[in-house]
């Protein structure tokens, strides 16, 4: 096993920005965070101790009390709940004799349920932790594969009209550098164009953001330029937690050094010189794949100190978010990188102006960075012949559930959602019922919004929204009240708890759910009262979408939210 001091030894010298990674090397080794490891934490980082207490606690994957040899996280979000997670759960813990959140008698298992792996085109799936060795994903999880330790990695699901992100990208490994390229954009930029001219081209082209946000991502850009405060940094979100969405694993598996050359950009037009990649805890793979692809931009002069003997200098540090979907939202991420629980602060003042280290910052997902180097290379009219003037370029869509080919699919946007399903997912398996569009803080759509454009604004339009670009399809064997039992059991568990709305709100919205089927008379009118000052009141974007399925079901299915018990 590891010795502890060898640990600490290795951050001698760091702050409070180190303890994210100090807890998962001594969680690797040890399989949890005793107190005497916080203690011993604490004077190494001068980090007091009930503050370090207090993020473990905060984040899911981080554990206080000794685990099994092996951890295994069984996914229970809708996709795997109508692909049979809770049979796979139940299996495994019926081999060992125990319940869910249980060690098995000989020491060797501890079972978990989890809100969401980001493996929805493989559902079910699971999380595999071996103490010492580290965490791998696993899709599908079937129960006798999981036990025998046969963990067999999954390939994902590419298809699109045209490829230009996934062109590519291999099955089964990361596109080395050698089959990337030599960052041509980044070279194009750094000997012919100014920041502020990789700034305008940016703007023109119209890129919006693709985390589900849709701000104009040039604007951002020059915002924070603007800034008189140095330094500045640039943070990429892969912390893409929520339910139904898994695009930015793909380009983070299959594509690192596109995105990696996205961030040098972003650095070189604001004038930053330190960049951070802030990846899902639930992304192990990811993870390694991405500090592989650093390694390689390094030693290729691609990233680091004078680049292609420029005076510009930019790093990339990796940073493995602890399990809390909160830390999608951009300033509990900075919160997290800065060794704190993932809670999010008061705006204004916005990032661009007072973001990480309480520095101007952009914050932009995996996809959109990966959307610049060909903007920058080709310009912005070769963007803009994509798409429309709203909705420019080519757009990633996560599709899981009920259709043949469930796998992250390239599209234009203006192309039907029945085109998208029936054609490039290989149809639906089934009856169509619904579709849950956005993912879990999206909205859902019936059968006859299948010929809707998927634009941002058609889906606005409708009353729907593109979000992430998360599209979760069920057929008629789904029951829609287990579908919004789970959406209501994930936000309870993912409210962070700092803004009274959504801590009271989630927790009350679930037991209403959990009741569908004998319904108190007024629980109709109270979940959507509780809906309504959750969006208005919350703190952040958590809160302010944590019922937005659940309105929508209400306004298509209101039988099932009919009360069935009388007056009680």
Known sequence: MVNLDSILDGYTGHGRDALLPVLWEVQTAYGYISLDVVQAISHALRIPATEIYGVVEFYSLFHTEPTGETVIHVCTNPSCGAAGADAVLAGVCERL???????????????????????????????????????????????????????????????????????????????????YGDYAALRHALTGLSPDTVIETVEQSNLIGRGGAAFPTGRKWRFTRQSANTPRYVVCNADESEPGTFK?????????????????????????????????????????????????????????ENILGTDFSFQVEIRRGGGAYICGEET??????????????????????????????????????????????????????????????????????????????????????????ESLCGGITGNLQTVLMGGAAGTFLTPDHLDTRLTFEDLSAIGGTFGSGAIMVFNDTVDIRDVLQRLGHFFQHESCGKCFPCQLGTQRQMEILDRLDAL??????????????????????LGQTAASAVLSAMRIWPEIFANREGVR
């Open 332 to 421: 509990a991420l900075f919160e997290a990188i800065e060794g704190k629980r993932g809670f999010p602060r008061i705006k204004p003042p916005f990032p661009t102006t007072h973001g990480l280290f309480g520095q101007p910052t952009v914050v932009n997902n995996v996809e959109t960075l990966c959307t610049v180097p060909g903007i920058v290379r080709h310009g912005a009219d070769w963007f803009r012949q994509w798409g429309t003037e709203r909705s420019a370029g080519t757009k990633l869509v996560s599709v899981s559930g009920h259709v043949q080919r469930p796998g992250v699919y390239e599209i234009i946007p203006g192309m039907t959602l029945r085109h998208l399903l």
């Open 97 to 179: 004799g125990i319940q869910p959140g249980e060690t098995s008698s000989d020491g060797r298992y501890t079972v978990l349920s989890a809100p969401c792996l980001g493996l929805c085109e493989h559902a079910p799936a699971a999380l595999v932790s071996q103490r010492g060795v580290g965490e791998q994903g696993v899709a599908p999880a079937r129960v006798d594969d999981l036990l025998a330790g046969v963990f067999p990695l999954y390939a994902p699901v590419i298809g699109g009209e045209p490829l230009v992100l996934l062109d590519g990208l291999q099955p089964d490994r990361a596109q080395s550098l050698a089959e």
């Open 248 to 304: 930015d694993r793909v380009l983070l598996e299959g594509r690192p050094h596109l995105l990696l050359e996205g961030m040098a950009l972003c650095g070189y037009a604001i004038g930053a010189a330190q960049g951070y990649l802030f990846i899902r805890g639930e992304y192990p793979e990811a993870a390694r794949r991405m500090a592989g692809a650093i390694t390689e931009a390094e030693a290729a002069g691609l990233l680091g």
């Open 520 to 541: 108190l008379m007024g629980d109709a009118e109270r979940l959507q009262d509780i809906g309504l000052t959750m969006t208005e009141a919350s703190l952040c974007g």
